[in-house]
Each structure stands twice: as structure tokens, then as C-alpha cells.
């Protein structure tokens, strides 16, 4: 597998777009990756490729009038072509009167080393090791999953003299493991920017593990209970807290951010003194970019601070609105952990449920952050301390603001599935009805 | 049929040969005849042959996508993307490699056709059952959307008209004060050949018009939406002509407006009417998904999880009351998965999924069809895009209306105490499609046989199988309805299917209603 195009080569690209686009204002985006992935499932490979993607993507502005194209064929016809296709629709398009100008030059923060050349160049035959050392553990249990590795960049041009560039690697690793009598199933996964950091043997074992200890579960009553939720099943709850940062909605009054009467939530203390929520684009393990669409530069921000609302997040046309600074589009979450271990985590419960993760969440009420979903992948009684039995699964209905304003502990933050998040134990969490599924 | 085809047909494969024999594929015509691309194929074919590919197609795929959107007075967005590239799929020493480019060259083809090679033979010494495709006839054919007016020709200006008079008929009601409109139109261009002898043009063409009201209480905070129901649809810019799309923005206002006032509902168990703008979905997540081959298998465990529905049940498994048929088919006109042949070359056919209650058959690919012990595949293979891997993917699954006349008034006129729910709200299956939760757009309580009152914060729960046990009434022929979603998604990574559900409203008894309303917590 090749590279993205060089800092060099995609300026070069879209320095030709923006001299296409004369007597406009112009904004070129080209984003490109190359990935490589190989799934697994019933013990053996099921699909593998090696794909390359490329998207440029031309905004014009003629006045308040604004329209967007977007090819991956990168061709100087193409390149006339998507120019004159968002030129075209650009002026056809009624006046938005929220279109903002693009940007000028801006300074950008990024992750440093963010991109792996070890990540960026694995063959399929590293990847079939990979894997291989995965499916060893076949001879335990069915073995499923799946192993990515991307070389992705990013680059932004525009007419009044913005220029970005972004390069970064990702490697993303998940297995499931099911016991040969299908009443056990288990889960390890993990994400990142280097390869060498993941090993699927090891998430193997983990999963391996999961699926013995949670084979034949019993019920345990639907109600409300003390859980400790392991880091993937805080991440799975945690994006829908950071996807509601956003101010306008806040300020229109339809937001968890709104408060009664008019305005927003900012300065309200609504968690215990531990919750910080923070985002920062320099942790390349969080494989973010410096910058949104936009172009705007992302700078680490504190959201949530010991448990008070700190800030929202302002696009451009909004901020200029409120007379506020624009944040652009937040990336690279992090839910700030605390000190104690997991089994700190377990001591401090009497009754309660242990959960891996959770599966299908979906809104119910966008006002309150209610969300359903499903506990899935290993879920166990915790009795005086200690975990004392596997359980048949839960169907959740719980909001992301209730798991932290009742959360009493969490362990050092670790990456899960993009995010930083701790494992945490959080109170009166309604696990609402029981699911027979494995 | 232009000469450069011939001579491709010709040099590919006896299968080729035999494909030209059929009167069928003699009466073929309109192909796109690009002598480079016959070029780029045949090379592409050649070069996975040479590299040791028992099998292998090659797929040039353009995907052109059309968007706007909408805000009360303003356009929000204009966007219009092209892609375009080829994938070439292999199968070497019985496992699959699959590689793509958008760099749409016979040199390109030729390296990525040798990539996936590679690829196959990496993996090849891990696989414990070698792929094998199931018999089938190749075809050389084109097939279209059966449509009158290209979206795409049609002026920017009409669709950003229509979606701003929607939002001013919407604005009109009072207490409404957000409202969104969209457009997107998709037309999915692909040229699929194999060294079998398969040579198959298709062009689909796919809309999805649609909005949402929010009405707002600002003293109290309180805020609810309503979203429009109007089903996505393979078809022409004279579906969007024809729909109420600005007739039924008033009332879907004043709906929003109502469930901002309404009391939250009972908890309990109630008979529960859905219509068809809420019941697809149910299907969808129920009865669709189950019947997948792969997840029922255990192909899908790591992602979206398995099945209650597996192969050694066929026959036996009751899913449903004894008057449920649900089939699969892609050749439902306007549906949007409907084909003329799906991504194995395969021809696009209808079949029973349930019939009378029972559980009898599953979706299948070419790869799939024996294990199961099938000869032939039902055709369900599909990738989203030149760079996607194709595998088995949702046909449009329906449940057939009752042969008697039934309408949604009349299934209401038969209950006594219950709530109808209306639209897609939020939904959520558990990873053996069991346990589910769904809410919706509208919900209207029931008594006497007649609408009462407009109740808010809904949501149903029930397993599966006593869920379709509880069905006791369907509608009939003429209240039968085809909804369904532009983006249904499944596999590693994640790919995206556009896929409708027709079925007439039904009614099911004592089902748990849950109320979510935590607005005072």
C-alpha cells in the first residue's frame, strides 16, 4: 500500500483548483486515505482488501450564494469540471443568508508523530499474521473480527489564503469470541494510531475469556442498579454527551444545554466535581485532525470542569450571532478518569452489575439525552465486591447525564473506540428490560 | 452490442460464449460501448487469471449524489458529489481478495486485480472452508429505473422551491419554530463483468425528499418534533411532483404542536396499532436482518451479532401468527433495492421468508446459497461503492396485505382501548434480534373504536417472536404501503444498502408501552 498525497502534492492539487475557480471565493478540500483491512468470522477470513479513496471537494461562494462538488477524480478535466459544477450551482443556489466567507491563514496545533509509516505500510500478509494470531484461539471458541489500518490526510485550500495539512494512521482491531454452546460471548477491542500498540492475540484472549465467564447466564430482574461500566461501554454512552456541546441549539431552546426560560446551561454546576469533559486534537492516539472542514483551528478546551459547564461549542455564522468566538467542530474527547482501579471499582458495590459494552444505542428524548440500547459481550452480578455470576443481558434506558452526575469513581482514562474514557461506577442506572440475546 | 464487446465476450471465457448463445443476451443492446473500459476489464480479468484467481469480476461503479438542504426561510446546503473507480474481486486458493482503485486505467485495473490476488493468497492458508460460488447462468444485460424525468436535469432552483414552500406552509402554524427540509438524490451507475462471462450495465436512480417541524415551549423548555412519513423511493423527479409533500406540511406542524401538548402516556400493556410509515422499520429490524445468511451464521458476529432465526429451524420456527407472509424480493417497482441483477451477476428474484407464521427461507449470496444446501443463490449481493467488498445485503422484505379489504379506520373501528403510532421514531434491536424498542412519530390513544387524543413519549418494547404472536389484524390490498431507507448498514467496514418494506397497518395485543418521559429527573 502507497502513501496519501505529500504536504508538497496536495497543495500543488489544490493551488491548480483555486486557479480554476477565478472571481470567486473558493474553498478545496482533498482528503485521501488508503486502507487495508482483513474480517474474520466463524474461524476464518471471511472478506480482506485493499481499497484507496480520494474526495476533493470544491465550495464556491459568489456573494451570500454558496454550493458544494466534490469528485475523486483528480484529473485536470475533473478538476475544470467539479469547479465548474459547484460555480454553476453556486449561482443557481438562493442566497444563504448563514454562508460565511472562507477563512484566511490560520495557525494550527497538531498531534506530533500522528502518522506511523510501520501502520501506514502493513502488507496483507502482516495482517493475515495478525489475524492468525486471533483465530488461535479458534480451538477455545468461534472466533469473529476485524483488523483496519488506514494512511488518511487531509488538506485545505482557499481563496483567501487558508492552508492545512493533516497526515495520520489509524489502526482499529476488534475480536468476538462465542462459546461453541452459544450461551457465552465476549468482546476485546481496541484503537489507535500504531499498529504495533494493538495486538489481536491479545484481544483474542480477552474475548476468549468474556465468553467463558459469561456462557450460561441467569436472569436477574429488570431495575434500577449500581453498574460499573467498563471503558468501551462508557465510550458507547460518552458520545452522546459530546455530539449535544453544540451552542445554537442550546440558544434555540432545543437542547439538553437550554435552560428553561431562555439561554443555556453554561456556569450550571449539573456533575460531582470529577467529571471534567475535555477534547484536545494533539493526542494523536485520539487520531484527530488540528482543524474542522472549515478549517478553523482546534485548540485543546475544557467543556466540562469539575463538573460545571464551561463552554459550548460556536460554529462561525453562530458566533458571529452571539457576538462569541467560534470553536469550529470539537474532536478527540476526552472523559478525564480518576485514580482508583477496577477492582476498586467492584469493592465499593454491594449489589450491582458489571458491563463490557453496549450495542444499538438510539435517542429517545433529545431534550434529557435519554438513550436505549442494549448490554452486550459479558455482563455479571457483583455481589459484596466481587463479581459472582454471568447475567443474561439488559436493554437499557439511561442517559449519559445520569451516569455521570451519579458517578461516584473511575479508574485512570485509557483509549476506547476513539475516545479517552475511563471505566467508571455510576448509581440507579435503569436497566429497563431483560434481552435473552448472546 | 458494439464490436469491442464482442471480441471482449469472445476472448473472456467460454462462459461468455455461452452467455452470447441466449437469445437473451443476443437482444441486448444500449450497453455503455467505451471501448476503454471493454479494455481496462478485459486486462483487469486477464491479470487476475494470470495471478492465479479461479474466479474473479471486475466493477466500475459511479455514484453521483445530489443534496440540499433547508432551514425555516434559507438554504442550508448545495452539494452535488461524483465518485467514481473500479474494484476488482478474487477468489485465489479459495479465499477472497478484493482491491480497488479510483484511478479508472487498465494499469490501474491490472495492479489492483494482481493486489487482490495477493490478497487471497495471504489469507488463503487460513481458511478451513474454501469459497465456492453456486452454479448460475451468466447474463449480459442492462436495466434501469423505470423513470420519466432525470432528478438530475431538473432545475436546482424547483427543489430548493419546493423544500422553502414546505417550510413556509410549516411556519404558518403557531408555536412551530424550527423547521429542516432536504432533497438527495443518488444514481447509482455500474458496469459488472466476470471471467465466467457476466457483462451487466444497471443504472438506479434513488429519491429522498423529506423534513422535520420542531415545535417549542420555551417557558417551559420543552421542545418536540415531528417528522414528515413520505417513503424514499426508486423512481423520477415525477414522484417528488406527485407527492403532498407541501399539502401535508401544515398538518404535520400542527402534529408537532399537539405532542408538545399532549400527556405523556400510560405505562402498561396495550394493543398497539402501527401504520405502515411506523411498521416497515419494525420489519426491517425484525424479520429483515434475521433472515440474513451470513449473521444467522455467525458472519456478522463481531458487528451487528447473529440471529434468532437459524437454518435448522426452517420450517419449524413459528415467528409470527398464522396470517404474517413476509417474502423478499428485489423486483418490487419504486422499491429501492429492487435490480435487475444484484453484485454476483445473479438475477434479481422474489421468495418467502415466512409464510403462514413459519419461518422457510433466507437471504442468500452465490457463496451462501450451499451452505444451506440451496443450488441457487437468491441474489443479494451488493457493495455500496467501486471500493467496497461486495457481500450479502437486506432485499426489500414486505409483509403481504390480508386478501380481505381491511383499512387502518377500520382496524381502529375494532379496537377498544389501544394507541396507534405513526412515522419512524427511535429504534433499537438487540444483537440476536430479540428484544426490541421503538417509538415513533405520532401516537393517538384509542378508545371505543375511535382517536382520542394525541399522546407523546412512546415507546413499545417487546421479543420478537411474541410481538409477531400478538398480530391478531392486518390491513388489506388497498391500505398496503412501500416505505423503507436510503442507508441501512452492516459488515466491516461499514456499507450502506437502500432497501424499502411495504406492508399494510396491523394491529398487535397487549404489547408493553413504555413512557420515556424524564423531563422532571
Given at each position: 500500500?502507497?502513501?496519501?498525497?505529500s504536504?508538497?502534492?496536495?497543495?500543488q492539487?489544490l493551488?491548480?483548483?483555486?486557479?480554476?475557480?477565478?472571481?470567486?471565493?473558493?474553498?478545496?478540500?482533498?482528503?485521501?486515505?488508503?486502507?487495508?483491512n482483513?474480517?474474520?468470522?466463524v474461524?476464518?477470513?471471511?472478506?480482506?482488501?485493499?481499497?484507496e479513496?480520494?474526495?476533493?471537494?470544491?465550495?464556491?461562494?459568489?456573494?451570500?450564494r454558496?454550493?458544494t462538488?466534490?469528485?475523486?477524480?483528480?484529473?485536470d478535466?475533473?478538476?475544470?469540471d467539479?469547479?465548474?459544477?459547484?460555480?454553476?450551482?453556486?449561482?443557481?443556489?438562493?442566497?444563504?443568508?448563514?454562508?460565511?466567507?472562507?477563512?484566511?491563514?490560520?495557525?494550527?496545533?497538531?498531534?506530533?508523530?500522528?502518522?506511523?509509516?510501520?501502520?501506514a505500510n502493513?502488507?496483507?500478509?502482516?495482517?493475515?499474521?495478525?489475524?492468525?494470531?486471533?483465530?488461535?484461539?479458534?480451538?477455545d471458541?468461534?472466533?469473529?473480527?476485524?483488523?483496519?489500518?488506514?494512511?488518511?490526510?487531509?488538506?485545505?485550500?482557499?481563496?483567501?489564503?487558508?492552508?492545512?495539512?493533516?497526515?495520520?494512521?489509524?489502526?482499529?482491531?476488534?475480536?468476538?469470541?462465542?462459546?461453541?454452546?452459544?450461551?457465552?460471548?465476549?468482546?476485546?477491542?481496541?484503537?489507535?494510531?500504531r499498529?504495533?500498540?494493538?495486538?489481536a492475540?491479545?484481544?483474542?484472549?480477552?474475548a476468549?475469556?468474556?465468553?467463558?465467564?459469561?456462557?450460561?447466564?441467569?436472569?436477574?430482574?429488570?431495575?434500577?442498579y449500581?453498574?460499573?461500566?467498563?471503558?468501551?461501554?462508557?465510550?458507547?454512552?460518552?458520545?452522546?454527551?459530546?455530539?449535544?456541546?453544540?451552542?445554537?441549539?442550546?440558544?434555540?431552546?432545543?437542547s439538553?444545554?437550554?435552560?428553561?426560560?431562555?439561554?443555556t446551561?453554561?456556569?450550571?454546576?449539573?456533575?460531582?466535581d470529577?467529571?471534567?469533559?475535555?477534547?484536545d486534537?494533539?493526542?494523536?492516539?485520539?487520531?484527530?485532525r488540528?482543524?474542522?472542514?472549515?478549517?478553523?483551528?482546534?485548540?485543546?478546551?475544557?467543556?466540562?470542569?469539575?463538573?460545571?459547564?464551561?463552554a459550548?461549542?460556536?460554529?462561525?455564522?453562530?458566533?458571529?450571532?452571539?457576538?462569541?468566538p467560534?470553536?469550529?467542530?470539537?474532536?478527540?474527547?476526552?472523559l478525564?478518569?480518576?485514580?482508583?482501579?477496577?477492582?476498586?471499582?467492584?469493592?465499593?458495590?454491594?449489589?450491582?452489575?458489571?458491563?463490557?459494552?453496549?450495542?444499538?444505542?438510539?435517542?429517545?428524548?433529545?431534550?434529557?439525552?435519554?438513550?436505549t440500547?442494549?448490554?452486550?459481550?459479558?455482563?455479571?452480578?457483583?455481589?459484596?465486591?466481587?463479581?459472582?455470576?454471568?447475567?443474561?443481558?439488559?436493554?437499557?434506558?439511561?442517559?449519559?447525564?445520569?451516569?455521570?452526575?451519579?458517578?461516584?469513581?473511575?479508574?485512570?482514562a485509557?483509549?476506547?473506540?476513539?475516545?479517552?474514557?475511563?471505566?467508571l461506577?455510576?448509581?440507579?442506572?435503569?436497566?429497563?428490560?431483560?434481552?435473552?440475546?448472546? | 452490442?458494439?464490436?469491442?464487446?464482442?471480441?471482449?465476450?469472445i476472448?473472456?471465457?467460454?462462459?461468455a460464449?455461452?452467455?452470447?448463445?441466449?437469445?437473451?443476451?443476443?437482444l441486448?443492446?444500449?450497453?455503455?460501448?467505451?471501448?476503454?473500459?471493454?479494455?481496462?476489464?478485459?486486462r483487469?480479468?486477464?491479470?487476475?487469471?494470470?495471478?492465479?484467481?479461479?474466479?474473479?469480476?471486475?466493477?466500475?461503479v459511479?455514484?453521483?449524489?445530489?443534496?440540499?438542504?433547508?432551514?425555516?426561510?434559507?438554504?442550508?446546503?448545495?452539494?452535488s458529489?461524483?465518485?467514481?473507480?473500479?474494484?476488482v474481486?478474487?477468489?485465489?486458493?479459495?479465499?477472497?481478495g478484493?482491491?480497488?482503485?479510483?484511478?479508472?486505467?487498465?494499469?490501474?485495473?491490472?495492479?489492483?486485480?494482481?493486489?487482490?490476488?495477493?490478497?487471497?493468497?495471504?489469507?488463503?492458508?487460513?481458511?478451513?472452508?474454501?469459497?465456492?460460488?453456486?452454479?448460475?447462468?451468466?447474463?449480459?444485460?442492462v436495466?434501469?429505473?423505470?423513470l420519466?424525468k432525470?432528478?438530475?436535469?431538473i432545475?436546482?432552483?424547483?427543489?430548493?422551491?419546493?423544500?422553502?414552500?414546505?417550510?413556509?406552509?410549516?411556519?404558518?402554524v403557531p408555536?412551530?419554530?424550527?423547521?429542516?427540509?432536504?432533497?438527495?438524490?443518488v444514481s447509482?451507475?455500474?458496469?459488472?463483468?466476470?471471467t465466467?462471462?457476466?457483462?451487466?450495465?444497471?443504472?438506479?436512480?434513488?429519491l429522498?425528499?423529506?423534513?422535520s417541524v420542531?415545535?417549542?415551549?420555551?417557558?417551559l423548555?420543552?421542545?418536540?418534533?415531528r417528522?414528515?412519513?413520505?417513503?424514499?423511493?426508486?423512481?423520477?423527479?415525477?414522484?417528488?411532483?406527485?407527492?403532498?409533500?407541501?399539502?401535508?406540511?401544515r398538518?404535520?406542524?400542527?402534529?408537532?404542536?399537539?405532542?408538545?401538548?399532549?400527556?405523556?402516556?400510560?405505562?402498561?400493556?396495550h394493543?398497539?396499532?402501527?401504520?405502515?410509515?411506523?411498521?416497515?422499520?419494525?420489519?426491517?429490524?425484525s424479520?429483515?436482518?434475521?433472515?440474513?445468511?451470513?449473521?444467522?451464521?455467525?458472519?456478522?458476529?463481531?458487528?451487528?451479532?447473529?440471529?434468532?432465526a437459524?437454518?435448522?429451524?426452517?420450517?419449524?420456527?413459528?415467528?409470527?401468527s398464522?396470517?404474517?407472509?413476509?417474502?423478499?424480493?428485489?423486483?418490487?417497482?419504486?422499491?429501492?433495492?429492487?435490480?435487475?441483477?444484484?453484485d454476483?451477476g445473479?438475477?434479481?428474484?422474489?421468495?418467502?421468508?415466512?409464510?403462514?407464521?413459519v419461518?422457510?427461507?433466507?437471504?442468500?449470496t452465490?457463496?451462501?446459497?450451499?451452505?444451506?444446501?440451496?443450488?441457487?443463490?437468491?441474489?443479494?449481493?451488493?457493495?455500496?461503492?467501486?471500493?467496497s467488498?461486495?457481500?450479502?445485503?437486506?432485499?426489500?422484505?414486505?409483509?403481504?396485505?390480508?386478501?380481505?379489504?381491511r383499512?387502518?379506520?377500520?382496524?381502529?373501528?375494532?379496537?377498544?382501548?389501544?394507541?396507534?403510532?405513526?412515522?419512524?421514531?427511535s429504534?433499537?434491536?438487540d444483537?440476536?434480534?430479540?428484544?426490541?424498542?421503538?417509538?415513533?412519530?405520532?401516537?393517538?390513544?384509542?378508545?371505543?373504536?375511535?382517536?382520542?387524543?394525541?399522546?407523546?413519549?412512546?415507546?413499545?418494547?417487546?421479543n420478537?417472536?411474541?410481538?409477531?404472536?400478538?398480530?391478531?389484524?392486518?390491513?388489506?390490498?388497498?391500505?398496503?404501503?412501500?416505505?423503507?431507507?436510503?442507508?441501512?448498514?452492516?459488515?466491516?467496514?461499514?456499507?450502506?444498502?437502500?432497501?424499502?418494506?411495504?406492508?399494510?397497518?396491523a394491529?398487535?395485543?397487549?404489547?408493553?408501552?413504555?413512557?420515556?418521559?424524564?423531563?422532571?429527573?
Amino acid at each position: 500500500m502507497g502513501g496519501t498525497p505529500s504536504k508538497g502534492q496536495a497543495t500543488q492539487l489544490l493551488d491548480k483548483v483555486l486557479g480554476l475557480a477565478r472571481g470567486v471565493e473558493c474553498l478545496a478540500s482533498l482528503s485521501a486515505n488508503r486502507h487495508g483491512n482483513t474480517r474474520f468470522a466463524v474461524n476464518e477470513i471471511s472478506s480482506s482488501a485493499d481499497v484507496e479513496k480520494t474526495t476533493l471537494s470544491v465550495t464556491i461562494q459568489v456573494g451570500k450564494r454558496q454550493a458544494t462538488a466534490t469528485t475523486n477524480q483528480l484529473d485536470d478535466r475533473s478538476l475544470a469540471d467539479v469547479v465548474g459544477r459547484a460555480t454553476r450551482m453556486a449561482r443557481l443556489a438562493p442566497e444563504n443568508p448563514e454562508a460565511m466567507p472562507p477563512l484566511g491563514r490560520q495557525t494550527y496545533r497538531g498531534a506530533v508523530n500522528a502518522s506511523d509509516a510501520a501502520t501506514a505500510n502493513l502488507t496483507p500478509a502482516a495482517r493475515a499474521k495478525a489475524v492468525g494470531a486471533a483465530l488461535a484461539y479458534g480451538k477455545d471458541a468461534q472466533i469473529s473480527g476485524f483488523f483496519e489500518h488506514m494512511a488518511r490526510s487531509h488538506a485545505l485550500a482557499s481563496s483567501s489564503g487558508l492552508r492545512a495539512h493533516h497526515e495520520w494512521t489509524t489502526i482499529d482491531v476488534r475480536v468476538t469470541a462465542r462459546t461453541s454452546d452459544g450461551s457465552g460471548s465476549g468482546w476485546g477491542g481496541g484503537t489507535g494510531h500504531r499498529a504495533a500498540e494493538l495486538d489481536a492475540g491479545t484481544l483474542a484472549k480477552l474475548a476468549v475469556d468474556k465468553a467463558k465467564s459469561s456462557a450460561r447466564p441467569t436472569k436477574l430482574d429488570p431495575g434500577r442498579y449500581t453498574v460499573v461500566l467498563e471503558p468501551a461501554a462508557v465510550s458507547d454512552l460518552f458520545g452522546w454527551l459530546t455530539g449535544a456541546f453544540g451552542a445554537r441549539r442550546a440558544d434555540e431552546g432545543r437542547s439538553f444545554f437550554s435552560k428553561p426560560g431562555g439561554g443555556t446551561r453554561i456556569g450550571e454546576k449539573l456533575f460531582p466535581d470529577w467529571v471534567t469533559v475535555k477534547n484536545d486534537p494533539t493526542d494523536p492516539a485520539l487520531t484527530t485532525r488540528p482543524f474542522d472542514g472549515d478549517g478553523m483551528p482546534l485548540a485543546p478546551t475544557t467543556w466540562i470542569d469539575k463538573g460545571t459547564v464551561k463552554a459550548l461549542s460556536y460554529p462561525r455564522y453562530w458566533a458571529s450571532k452571539q457576538n462569541k468566538p467560534p470553536t469550529g467542530s470539537p474532536a478527540g474527547w476526552i472523559l478525564e478518569g480518576g485514580k482508583v482501579s477496577r477492582d476498586d471499582l467492584l469493592k465499593g458495590v454491594k449489589r450491582g452489575v458489571l458491563i463490557t459494552r453496549f450495542w444499538y444505542l438510539r435517542a429517545l428524548d433529545p431534550q434529557t439525552l435519554l438513550v436505549t440500547g442494549l448490554t452486550r459481550d459479558g455482563v455479571y452480578l457483583i455481589e459484596n465486591g466481587a463479581v459472582t455470576r454471568p447475567l443474561t443481558n439488559f436493554r437499557f434506558n439511561e442517559s449519559p447525564v445520569q451516569m455521570l452526575a451519579k458517578c461516584d469513581a473511575m479508574t485512570p482514562a485509557t483509549i476506547s473506540q476513539w475516545v479517552r474514557v475511563p471505566a467508571l461506577r455510576t448509581h440507579e442506572f435503569n436497566l429497563a428490560s431483560v434481552s435473552e440475546a448472546v | 452490442m458494439s464490436i469491442s464487446r464482442r471480441g471482449f465476450l469472445i476472448g473472456a471465457s467460454a462462459g461468455a460464449l455461452a452467455a452470447l448463445s441466449t437469445p437473451r443476451s443476443a437482444l441486448a443492446r444500449g450497453l455503455l460501448t467505451e471501448p476503454a473500459l471493454d479494455d481496462l476489464i478485459k486486462r483487469a480479468l486477464a491479470a487476475a487469471t494470470k495471478a492465479g484467481a479461479s474466479y474473479a469480476d471486475v466493477r466500475i461503479v459511479r455514484m453521483r449524489h445530489e443534496n440540499l438542504s433547508t432551514r425555516e426561510d434559507r438554504i442550508d446546503n448545495v452539494s452535488s458529489t461524483e465518485e467514481y473507480g473500479v474494484g476488482v474481486r478474487v477468489i485465489a486458493g479459495g479465499a477472497w481478495g478484493f482491491s480497488a482503485t479510483p484511478t479508472v486505467v487498465a494499469g490501474e485495473a491490472e495492479r489492483v486485480a494482481r493486489q487482490a490476488v495477493a490478497i487471497a493468497k495471504a489469507n488463503a492458508s487460513l481458511m478451513k472452508r474454501p469459497v465456492t460460488l453456486s452454479k448460475e447462468t451468466p447474463h449480459v444485460d442492462v436495466w434501469q429505473t423505470a423513470l420519466t424525468k432525470d432528478p438530475f436535469k431538473i432545475p436546482l432552483e424547483d427543489k430548493a422551491e419546493l423544500l422553502l414552500a414546505i417550510n413556509r406552509e410549516a411556519m404558518k402554524v403557531p408555536g412551530v419554530k424550527f423547521v429542516t427540509s432536504s432533497y438527495s438524490a443518488v444514481s447509482e451507475w455500474k458496469l459488472l463483468a466476470s471471467t465466467e462471462g457476466t457483462y451487466l450495465e444497471q443504472e438506479i436512480v434513488r429519491l429522498s425528499p423529506g423534513y422535520s417541524v420542531t415545535a417549542v415551549n420555551d417557558k417551559l423548555g420543552e421542545f418536540e418534533s415531528r417528522e414528515h412519513d413520505f417513503a424514499a423511493r426508486q423512481a423520477g423527479w415525477e414522484y417528488v411532483e406527485q407527492a403532498p409533500l407541501i399539502a401535508d406540511a401544515r398538518r404535520i406542524a400542527e402534529e408537532a404542536v399537539a405532542k408538545l401538548k399532549a400527556p405523556s402516556v400510560r405505562e402498561g400493556k396495550h394493543d398497539l396499532i402501527l401504520e405502515p410509515s411506523n411498521l416497515w422499520l419494525t420489519i426491517h429490524e425484525s424479520i429483515g436482518h434475521p433472515t440474513e445468511l451470513d449473521r444467522a451464521l455467525g458472519y456478522e458476529a463481531n458487528f451487528a451479532g447473529t440471529s434468532y432465526a437459524t437454518p435448522d429451524k426452517i420450517g419449524k420456527l413459528k415467528i409470527g401468527s398464522s396470517i404474517l407472509d413476509f417474502y423478499a424480493d428485489k423486483t418490487t417497482p419504486g422499491g429501492l433495492a429492487t435490480c435487475g441483477y444484484d453484485d454476483d451477476g445473479v438475477r434479481t428474484q422474489h421468495w418467502p421468508l415466512v409464510a403462514k407464521g413459519v419461518l422457510v427461507g433466507f437471504q442468500t449470496t452465490r457463496e451462501q446459497a450451499g451452505w444451506i444446501n440451496e443450488k441457487h443463490s437468491r441474489g443479494t449481493c451488493y457493495g455500496d461503492a467501486f471500493s467496497s467488498f461486495p457481500f450479502q445485503r437486506m432485499p426489500n422484505v414486505s409483509l403481504a396485505p390480508s386478501p380481505t379489504e381491511r383499512s387502518l379506520a377500520d382496524i381502529i373501528a375494532a379496537t377498544d382501548n389501544g394507541i396507534v403510532v405513526g412515522g419512524r421514531g427511535s429504534w433499537s434491536i438487540d444483537h440476536q434480534r430479540l428484544n426490541f424498542q421503538f417509538s415513533g412519530q405520532t401516537f393517538w390513544e384509542v378508545k371505543g373504536g375511535k382517536k382520542t387524543r394525541m399522546l407523546r413519549d412512546v415507546a413499545y418494547q417487546a421479543n420478537t417472536l411474541e410481538f409477531w404472536n400478538s398480530c391478531d389484524l392486518i390491513g388489506g390490498p388497498r391500505s398496503w404501503e412501500l416505505h423503507g431507507t436510503m442507508a441501512d448498514g452492516k459488515g466491516e467496514p461499514g456499507q450502506s444498502n437502500a432497501v424499502s418494506h411495504g406492508c399494510p397497518p396491523a394491529r398487535f395485543r397487549k404489547v408493553n408501552i413504555l413512557d420515556t418521559n424524564r423531563r422532571s429527573a
